[in-house]
């Protein structure tokens, strides 16, 4: 070979070392708006994930129990543990790049006795044979990026995994959260129920006596004896309710089951919502970033198929020595090397690779609308939640006006038919409509919680004015 060709050789080689076959990820144009639909743009402020977002609500037994889930949930354990097994699968991928080196040695002893009877010629007694190499596993010179793309992939399936285990810790944290201020409203109108039962039995007593005395009929005594028993039964109904969510807490928290104690619902403070939010903190939602990943390991896939179409040159290789004595075998063994390598051409495939970058390429576009999806379902979420908000505020505020109202009603209502200056249907009227508004007022408050909450988790994690570091990545960035 001469000098021309040679250097036109290894230029090839170089160049065609130095890129891959298939197509290099580039993000895809999403047609996004700048703010939200029911936030003022006008006041919008660049904010920043609140990490702990849950410290908002300013309820230390909530805190506890989030922390403990992080801990405990079997859920997130399984999930870590996936993480974990992809990152040892991207080990793997990544070590074909380079090649895999084995040392190796050996020692063999080999005897004669009686060599001479029988007239065989065989050298008589013990030989040792010393032998040290090393071995270069069967290596695939990437010259056009299949192992590359493939390490691409597995990097970003990888990623992806990651972003799912966050996707799992929000929504998880999300769950807790919820659970607790259902049982906390459960407590809230379990409470309501007894004070209901406290009001109706003192009514019996006081129709008792008036029955006694003839100042009402029977059947108002029967009738308030009835609603008594209506009264427990709804008690009974709830504590049942209680129970029932207890369970589920506990199952997030990966207990046994156990009795839950929570807060007041009234004194689970109800975080502020900003009038304006970016929507730039839309892009740290997991969810988001798990779909990216997705959509960067189909694209590499596609790489990978059409590398089939290539040639594969792989390099196999020994360089060892060897002695028949041991001081020889240190000083001045016998050097044996072999090197082998190896190529294979694909002539004929019958469509096989045409077929796997067909499928490849419909993947790829598959995750594509799968990630386009992610980005409108999370604006969409995030709307929605912005406006649910706003309304169970505005609700919450009515359902406590009313409360206020019709609990005066009741005071006055009790004290005008003890005297006798109203009837009884009409004090029983104004008692169930102050159970149904209290009862009402404690579902609003939940319902108010709970849409904070679907508003933080929307966002991700919700907003805040401190810097937060961004979300954690495992590998170098780059691919």
């Not at 000083?331 to 294979?344: C, D, V």
Request: glycine share 6%.
């Amino acid at each position: 070979m001469n000098n021309t060709t040679f250097s036109f050789t290894l230029l090839c080689t170089l160049v065609l070392g130095g890129c891959a076959i298939g197509p290099d990820y580039v993000r895809p144009d999403v047609n996004t708006p700048e703010t939200f639909l029911h936030t003022d743009e006008n006041r919008t402020t660049q904010r920043n994930v609140d990490t702990q977002w849950w410290k908002n609500f300013k309820d230390t037994s909530l805190n506890r129990a989030i922390e403990e889930a992080q801990t405990s949930n079997y859920d997130l354990q399984a999930s870590r543990a996936s993480v974990d097994a992809l990152l040892g699968q991207f080990d793997q991928a990544k070590s074909y790049l380079y090649p895999q080196i084995n040392a190796n040695g050996s020692l063999t002893r080999k005897g004669v006795d009686n060599a001479s009877s029988g007239g065989n010629q065989l050298r008589e007694g013990v030989t040792s044979t010393y032998a040290g190499s090393l071995s270069l596993a069967s290596y695939e010179i990437d010259l056009f990026g299949k192992v590359r793309r493939a390490n691409e992939s597995a990097r970003a399936a990888l990623l992806s995994s990651e972003y799912a285990a966050q996707t799992l810790k929000l929504s998880t944290a999300s769950s807790v959260a919820a659970s607790y201020f259902k049982l906390s409203s459960l407590q809230g109108q379990i409470d309501l129920a007894k004070k209901n039962v406290e009001l109706s039995d003192e009514i019996v007593k006081l129709n008792e006596i008036k029955y006694k005395h003839g100042v009402i009929a029977e059947t108002i005594l029967l009738q308030s004896i009835s609603e008594i028993q209506n009264a427990k039964a709804t008690l009974s109904q709830l504590e049942a309710s209680k129970i029932a969510e207890e369970s589920t807490f506990n199952l997030l928290l990966g207990r046994n089951p156990t009795h839950v104690s929570t807060s007041s619902l009234t004194a689970i403070v109800l975080p502020e919502v900003p009038s304006a939010l970016p929507s730039s903190l839309l892009s740290k939602r997991p969810d988001i970033a798990a779909a990216e990943q997705n959509l960067i390991a189909a694209n590499a896939r596609i790489g990978v198929a059409r590398a089939a179409y290539f040639p594969s040159i792989k390099l196999t290789g020994m360089l060892g020595v060897q002695s028949l004595e041991l001081n020889n075998f240190v000083s001045n063994p016998a050097r044996i090397w072999e090197l082998a390598p190896s190529i294979s051409v694909p002539l004929f495939s019958a469509g096989r690779i045409a077929g796997e970058i067909k499928t490849a390429e419909a993947d790829r576009n598959q995750t594509l609308a799968l990630y386009k999806k992610s980005i409108v379902s999370a604006f969409n979420d995030t709307d929605n939640a912005i406006g649910q908000t706003t309304k169970a505020k505005e609700q919450l505020s009515y359902q406590r006006a009313r409360t206020e109202a019709i609990h005066k009603a009741l005071e006055q209502s009790i004290l005008r038919y003890q005297v006798g200056t109203i009837s009884y249907s009409d004090m029983l009227l104004v008692q169930q409509q102050w159970i149904q508004a209290s009862q009402q007022h404690l579902i609003a408050k939940q319902n108010a919680l709970i849409t904070t909450l679907s508003l933080y988790k929307a966002l991700g994690g919700g907003w805040s004015d401190e810097q937060t570091p961004p979300l954690p990545d495992l590998l170098p960035s780059g691919r």
